[in-house]
């Protein structure tokens, strides 16, 4: 009888300590029948899986076995060897027919149990007719269940995965060793530097301005240079509002709010200006630090610290630059409450712009980074890997884009926001103020808020000059939305499919429960009953785990290293009238030294990428096998290069650079 062979080729990832020497084994299943149990064994010996290897096995079965569905994998130690840990990236197999069948695996195997894993064509649970097929998609989701499992670290914000410590969550969604080894010396090596000057654990306050400089003065950006000479300037004050690191809070004032009551004789616009005038031209807007209100602040070196919650009123001028010119530091309107202005002395007005950067900086860490990027990010993937299996389109669309979040945020959990943390122990909002704001927020955020071209609709910032955040987030929006579309249209040819998904369907429905608490009023789709809803869903989530992250993230040292100009706590309340304060005033109002260094080394060590940061349009993981999905990859990779020389083309004519929306820089997802 004649035989029949299967080339099988193996490939191992290229990752430090992905090899093994244990013999591996394979099995092809079929739609016709199975091969045996089989040793892949080859001339290369011990070498066939070593890291990176790619080794080719013939497979030998009596008959065909007709389309391949899956195979079976396992690895075995010798005699007297240790288990060790392999991740294999993906196996190749030819038939005697002449078909290449392609399986993506992107795991690693630590022990000599079997694996099962499906040929990559994506295929929907509504669409796997076969037997096994099905049988191994359960298995999958049942395993994934009880490895990501949802837990509540605070009633009221967003659920998490359940893990006790960082070695408790799977492999594959740990960082790699390069990644932990980077990360780890950049916190090492920052904290000692700060031993080493003895600043982290001195209480005092700073003996002036320029000694502030000894924080990690070699460690600067060109941003945060410009920072340190530019800070007290109201034009770079109002630049900031667009351009840095919390541009999700401005929006357009057209009626005054009822509690902020600023008139014409306190800011001068100009020749015949009013404040009607230019808020019904468009010129007037307005950041309002309301869920700030009230929050119980923080006890810092045995003292009460102070945060404000301040309304600033911004006007355009003829020039295209925003500039403050009205700043009430509380809610409510009282003789206590001066509205301070430009025409104030010189260290008022500065006072007061220090007490709104600090309120910025504030909300910018647990809303506008913490909550609706980091947490958000973890709720897309927790909900991915429990319900959608591998074999599915979503899973392969958005797997590269749950990347190390799990990870980074078991660690921000430990480290920044638990009873010890870092932002515990040093913010004004730590502790009891940090749950409440969260809380404020998640109950407040919407839908719309996290689609750029919505939010930046509803803020009525379309035509606002010089803001690059908006000008770059829309046009990767874009970029990203015809992508998902080509992909999930090539997939889903009509609405009654998205419909019929019961895999889609959990998904969506776990981010509603876990991610938004069942809050129909976010606008947060409970289910999805169209094409059209999937993929601007899809768009934003991707969006967010990769440029909407990037652009309040990777500034972070940049606008927040230099502390005047970002102060995340303050040590006196504000003055309650004009003409009270001095350069001394505010040096006892900034963070003493242990506080302000402890928060440097935190934004410095958030703002680092690894040198195996993958980024936005790359997959090295292949896991679509279709050629339109592929092509359609090709072309996201060259729009998104395009973008990119657009983006630095402009900058090569600005003062400022705006660098965190380029492609070339955005990571594929929340790993920082």
């Avoid at 193996?10 to 992905?18: H, N, R």
């Avoid at 009880?146 to 670290?153: E, I, N, Q, T």
């Avoid at 925003?322 to 006072?351: G, H, R, V």
Wanted: glycine share 6%.
């Amino acid at each position: 009888m004649k035989l029949v062979n299967y080339t099988v080729t193996v490939a191992t990832g290229d990752l430090a300590f992905a090899g093994t020497f244990h013999n591996v084994y394979i099995k092809l299943v079929g739609t016709e029948g199975e091969s045996e149990h089989t040793w892949l064994e080859s001339l290369k010996g011990p070498l066939s899986f070593i890291r990176g290897a790619e080794s080719s096995f013939t497979v030998t079965c009596p008959v065909s076995i007709g389309k391949l569905i899956l195979v079976e994998i396992d690895k075995q130690p010798h005699l007297l060897s240790f288990e060790d840990s392999w991740f294999p990236a993906k196996v190749e197999v030819k038939s005697p027919e002449g078909d290449t069948y392609n399986f993506p695996i992107y795991r690693w195997i630590t022990d000599s149990e079997v694996h099962l894993f499906r040929e990559g064509k994506a295929l929907r649970v509504f669409e796997d007719d076969n037997l096994l097929g099905r049988y191994s998609r359960e298995l999958e989701l049942k395993q994934r269940g009880k490895d990501y499992r949802w837990d509540v670290y605070l009633e009221g914000i967003p659920h998490c995965m359940k893990a006790e410590c960082i070695f408790s969550l799977p492999c594959e969604v740990r960082f790699s060793f390069t990644k932990t080894t980077e990360f780890f010396f950049t916190a090492a090596t920052g904290l000692a530097e700060l031993q080493l000057k003895g600043l982290s654990d001195c209480t005092k306050n700073w003996p002036n301005i320029d000694a502030i400089h000894r924080v990690f003065c070699c460690k600067r950006t060109d941003i945060s240079e410009y920072v340190q000479k530019h800070w007290k300037e109201d034009a770079f004050f109002g630049y900031e509002f667009l351009n840095g690191v919390n541009p999700m809070l401005i929006q357009r004032c057209s009626v005054l709010p009822n509690n902020f009551p600023v008139s014409d004789d306190m800011v001068f616009l100009g020749a015949h200006c009013t404040l009607a005038g230019e808020m019904e031209k468009g010129n007037i807007f307005l950041c309002d630090y309301k869920p700030l209100d009230g929050l119980k602040t923080n006890i810092i070196n045995g003292m009460k610290q102070y945060l404000m919650a301040p309304l600033i009123l911004l006007h355009k001028t003829p020039d295209d630059q925003l500039m403050p010119i009205a700043i009430q530091l509380k809610q409510t309107p009282a003789d206590d409450n001066p509205i301070f202005c430009p025409t104030d002395s010189e260290y008022d007005w500065l006072t007061a712009k220090i007490f709104v950067k600090s309120a910025d900086f504030n909300e910018h860490e647990l809303n506008v980074h913490l909550l609706r990027t980091h947490l958000m990010a973890e709720v897309f993937a927790v909900s991915l890997l429990r319900n959608v299996p591998m074999v599915h389109p979503l899973y392969k669309l958005l797997v590269p884009h749950t990347r190390y979040t799990l990870q980074i945020n078991n660690l921000a959990r430990g480290l920044l926001i638990s009873k010890t943390g870092i932002f515990t122990k040093f913010a004004a909002s730590g502790g009891e103020g940090m749950k409440t704001l969260l809380k404020r927020s998640l109950s407040s955020m919407t839908y719309r808020s996290l689609c750029i071209p919505d939010d930046i609709a509803d803020r009525g910032l379309e035509n606002v000059p010089n803001f690059y955040y908006r000008d770059d987030g829309l046009k990767l929006w874009e970029i990203i939305h015809r992508f998902v579309q080509g992909v999930l249209n090539f997939y889903y040819k009509n609405d009654d499919e998205v419909q019929k998904d019961t895999e889609l369907q959990k998904w969506i429905s776990d981010i509603f429960e876990h991610g938004f608490l069942s809050q129909a009023g976010t606008g947060i789709p409970e289910s999805f009953t169209t094409v059209a809803e999937l993929v601007k869903f899809v768009t934003m989530v991707i969006f967010t785990c990769s440029g909407q992250h990037s652009a309040v993230n990777a500034g972070q040292f940049d606008d927040c290293g230099w502390m005047p100009n970002a102060p995340l706590t303050l040590q006196h309340p504000p003055p309650t009238t004009k003409g009270t304060t001095s350069e001394a005033t505010i040096l006892q109002t900034l963070p003493a030294v242990n506080a302000t260094v402890q928060i440097a080394a935190t934004v410095w060590l958030l703002s680092r990428q690894s040198t195996d940061s993958v980024y936005l349009g790359q997959y090295p993981e292949e896991h679509f096998s279709e050629k339109i999905p592929c092509k359609l990859i090709k072309h996201f990779q060259g729009e998104l290069q395009v973008l990119s020389a657009i983006i630095n083309a402009r900058n090569k004519n600005l003062e400022v650079p705006y660098t965190y929306l380029d492609p070339m820089v955005v990571e594929n997802s929340v790993s920082t």
